[in-house]
């Protein structure tokens, strides 16, 4: 597949593979297809693969892949929590293992006009499917104490107030449109120290979450992967911040069966339903040094991964 290299490695690409232990002919879901990183070691070893994305540009630049791939490669816009639709549509599934990569892409960040990143000056958007509402919308319109929570909330920005009521402060001339200007706004009211990230980092994050329904689609897909996934199944998960890897964390544990035992249940209690997963090794996976001094990004991801049993899968409700 020379005809389509992919423009970049993604993080934890090898560790990521082994976990999901490819297998000549087996079938492999990539939620987060992106510029088809994973997809395209997947393909290497002999995979097959369904990919999704929820942005069109990347289902777009993936055709070339398609073609190349030799009928091996289904490729479908989706949001990575309705996978099931997806499989569904596609005539595909159950699967030999799912690999999703949390959060914003490369290409992404690196295009001014998406609104991601405030290293380029664009327009105030973020929306992944290049639909609905935006971040300038929630920027401009969001009473002060809604913006601060989200802020909180989602960036873990302990500034939040002062932020929020900075934007509000700066809203009331005009409205906020664009990165750099978003970005000038937070950096007064929360100026960092030289060593610090950029003091819009949180922030920019929280409206990215927000604008995307991002933690939300998380749990959803990883419910729907424990539904997809066949017995000896692996689901391999990659995060960047410590909102995605605790929803992750605490998924793994919950379907392993960690915490109370059932002989230790009090009276009238019931006792929980049977692990859906196991945890195969010492968990996150981190990056080498060698990865994160060429990928900065990388210095944050986290890796978990856990293999499928014979359980039934657990209903929706059954966080």
């Known amino acids: 597949m020379s005809d389509a290299q992919a423009p970049h490695i993604p993080v934890l690409?090898?560790?990521?593979?082994?976990?999901?232990a490819v297998a000549p002919g087996g079938l492999y879901l990539d939620g987060t297809?992106?510029?088809?990183?994973?997809?395209?070691?997947?393909?290497?070893?002999?995979?097959?693969?369904?990919?999704?994305?929820?942005?069109?540009?990347?289902?777009?630049?993936?055709?070339?892949?398609?073609?190349?791939?030799?009928?091996?490669?289904?490729?479908?816009?989706?949001?990575?929590?309705?996978?099931?639709?997806?499989?569904?549509?596609k005539g595909l599934g159950p699967f030999d293992g799912i690999v999703l990569d949390i959060g914003v892409s490369s290409m992404q960040l690196d295009e001014p006009e998406r609104g991601f990143s405030f290293r380029f000056d664009g327009?105030?958007?973020?929306?992944?499917?290049?639909?609905?509402?935006?971040?300038?919308?929630?920027?401009?319109?969001?009473?002060?104490?809604?913006?601060a929570d989200l802020i909180y909330q989602?960036?873990?920005?302990?500034a939040s107030r002062r932020i929020a009521r900075a934007i509000v402060a700066e809203r009331a001339k005009a409205p906020i449109l664009t990165t750099a200007e978003l970005a000038r706004i937070v950096a007064r009211a929360n100026p960092g120290r030289p060593i610090d990230i950029h003091p819009a980092t949180r922030t920019f994050q929280a409206l990215r979450i927000a604008v995307n329904e991002e933690l939300d689609e998380l749990a959803r897909a990883l419910q729907a992967a424990e539904r997809l996934l066949r017995a000896g199944g692996r689901l391999a998960v990659v995060t960047f911040h410590s909102l995605e890897d605790r929803i992750v964390k605490q998924f793994f544990a919950a379907r392993a069966g960690r915490g109370r035992a059932p002989s230790r249940l009090l009276p009238g209690e019931i006792a929980p339903p049977p692990p859906t997963f196991r945890l195969l090794a010492p968990q996150p996976v981190a990056p080498g040094a060698a990865e994160?001094?060429?990928?900065?990004?990388?210095?944050?991801?986290?890796?978990?991964?856990?293999?499928?049993?014979?359980?039934?899968?657990?209903?929706?409700?059954?966080?």
Request: hydrophobic fraction near 45%; include cysteine; glycine fraction near 10%.
């Open 292 to 319: 994160c001094a060429r990928n900065p990004r990388a210095r944050s991801a986290k890796l978990r991964w856990a293999e499928r049993n014979d359980a039934p899968a657990r209903e929706p409700e059954e966080r």
């Open 123 to 147: 327009p105030l958007d973020m929306r992944m499917e290049k639909a609905g509402v935006s971040a300038a919308d929630l920027v401009n319109e969001l009473e002060e104490g809604a913006l």
């Open 154 to 158: 989602f960036g873990e920005e302990r």
């Open 33 to 89: 297809f992106g510029a088809g990183g994973y997809t395209r070691l997947i393909l290497a070893a002999g995979g097959r693969v369904l990919a999704l994305d929820r942005d069109p540009g990347a289902i777009r630049d993936g055709a070339a892949l398609v073609e190349a791939s030799g009928g091996r490669l289904t490729l479908a816009q989706s949001r990575f929590s309705l996978m099931e639709n997806a499989a569904r549509e």
């Open 13 to 20: 690409a090898a560790e990521a593979i082994a976990a999901l």
